[in-house]
């Protein structure tokens, strides 16, 4: 079954950090640009931030920039998102994408189911 899965996810105090991370089953995920959507209860799904097959390439939206860090390790087809400093507004349901390029990202592809992230004020 070709599946991500993501876990990390939990309760955390403003200000705090968490570390997400994005496994693929059933497909090597190295061929792949991968990363993070969310969606806040209430709101429309949002991109947070994506990498490219290689690593060597990233972005970031706006309101996590200099906060968040997307990594991978393609050896174990996994992809990570380092959250620090963590706001209330951070709040949401945090999910895990792939495709075959950032441009591509949340058009098709994988999807995990996501994981759960609550900051508390």
């Known amino acids: 079954q070709l599946q991500l899965v993501e876990s990390g996810g939990g309760l955390v105090q403003h200000g705090g950090s968490l570390t997400l991370s994005c496994a693929a089953s059933?497909?090597?995920?190295?061929?792949?640009?991968s990363g993070w959507f969310r969606q806040a209860p209430g709101k429309e799904r949002e991109g947070v931030s994506c990498?490219?097959?290689?690593?060597?390439?990233?972005n970031y939206a706006d309101f996590v920039k200099g906060r968040f860090t997307i990594s991978r390790d393609n050896a174990k087809s996994t992809v990570y998102l380092q959250m620090n400093s963590l706001k209330p507004e951070d709040t949401a349901v945090y999910y895990c994408?792939?495709?075959?390029?950032?441009?591509?990202?949340?058009?098709?592809?994988?999807w995990g189911k996501g994981t759960l992230v609550t900051v508390s004020s």
């Open positions: 990498i490219s097959s290689s690593g060597r390439s990233t």
């Open positions: 994408a792939a495709a075959a390029t950032c441009s591509n990202l949340g058009y098709g592809g994988y």
């Open positions: 059933g497909f090597a995920l190295n061929y792949y640009a």
